[in-house]
């Protein structure tokens, strides 16, 4: 393995973990004590870790988001693992399903890959709404409140209109994916919208890029052993232990 391969192996790992001990790393990457240690000065040096005693932690492992980007500003970022994701999330719906489609820029993706026009869907996105329709699909939107900028429609009439439906099949957003946090957003409404879908979902896949691992926003929607992950990547052995996880790539 590369140096610069190996380092960005310890950096993901790093940041899912939260913090990782030399030992731990040693065994992961099999490689030697002395070159684990000379990669953390490293990586120390350059600010994508904190070297510690005996090991590391993660810079975002004292960081819990409380913003997010506008749908404008996250549509261009991850274009190609947002692709692949919702290329792959978009086979799995049958004619008799009852969809959700979260408020996303990913789950918007979805859409574009959606070829089933014998299921029934539902959404809280405006924009999303929009494109099923133009695509001739069965759609439902629900009625509450609009956060500007992700054009997502959230709020009390939100969560009573989404309470009185059961989805076969949920595909959702998330800011971050955490094992000890669970999925994580940082708006209290949306995630009180999101929780209430996941409770009324049969199925619920999360779609996230590997990017959104190791992040945690300040309220949690969802534990992780209760949805299905779709993401370009596979995680570390910790999350594959505590639910389902399809990397496409």
Not at 145 to 157: F, Q, S
Request: include cysteine; charged fraction near 25%; hydrophobic fraction near 35%.
């Amino acid at each position: 393995m590369l140096t610069e391969e190996r380092r960005e192996q310890i950096v993901r790992i790093v940041n899912e973990r939260k913090a990782v001990t030399v030992a731990e790393l040693t065994e992961l990457l099999d490689t030697s004590v002395a070159t684990i240690r000379r990669d953390l000065n490293a990586l120390n040096d350059s600010g994508k870790i904190t070297k510690v005693f005996g090991g590391a932690t993660s810079k975002e492992s004292q960081t819990i988001k409380t913003t997010e980007e506008s749908m404008a500003e996250k549509s261009h970022v991850n274009t190609k693992e947002k692709n692949s994701i919702s290329k792959y999330a978009a086979t799995l719906i049958n004619d008799q399903d009852f969809v959700f489609i979260d408020s996303g820029t990913t789950t918007l993706k979805l859409i574009d890959y959606i070829t089933n026009s014998n299921a029934k869907y539902i959404t809280n996105g405006i924009a999303h709404a929009k494109r099923l329709i133009e695509k001739g699909f069965d759609t439902m939107i629900v009625g509450g409140r609009i956060k500007v900028p992700t054009e997502a429609i959230i709020g009390p009439d939100c969560v009573e209109s989404i309470s009185k439906y059961h989805f076969t099949k949920a595909f959702m957003g998330t800011n971050g994916i955490s094992v000890e946090a669970g999925c994580t957003t940082p708006d209290v409404d949306e995630a009180l919208v999101k929780s209430v879908v996941v409770k009324h979902s049969y199925l619920t896949y999360i779609l996230a890029d590997h990017t959104k691992f190791g992040q945690v926003s300040s309220v949690t929607f969802a534990d992780i052993a209760k949805c299905c992950i779709i993401t370009d990547r596979e995680p570390s052995r910790r999350y594959l232990e505590k639910t389902v996880v399809k990397a496409v790539n």
